[in-house]
């Protein structure tokens, strides 16, 4: 197979100016579908990496901030069920 210097050379007999604008369409489509493929596989790469580097080195450093912060909210709420059940005995007691 030779190489044809002139881009515009389809065929011997085709050029990019003889083609139907159908042709054009269709070429175009898929040339877009590729390309947003393409794009869809890279960030579904980029994704994985950063959510392992994520997993690997974040998580461990923010693991006992979240367990402290679950005991704290635990804590709260049975001092407030604790302040409600005060506060209900104070007002019906009198």
Do not use: C
């Amino acid at each position: 197979m030779t190489h044809n210097p002139d881009p515009d050379q389809l065929t011997q007999t085709r050029t990019i100016y003889d083609v139907s604008k159908w042709e054009v369409f269709w070429r175009n489509v898929i040339a877009g579908a590729g390309r947003a493929l393409g794009g869809i596989i890279l960030q579904a790469i980029f994704l994985f990496i950063i959510a392992n580097l994520f997993i690997n080195q974040v998580w461990p450093l923010v693991k006992p901030i979240i367990g402290m912060l679950e005991t704290t909210t635990n804590s709260l709420e049975q001092l407030n069920q604790q302040t409600q059940k005060d506060f209900g005995i104070l007002q019906f007691g009198r």
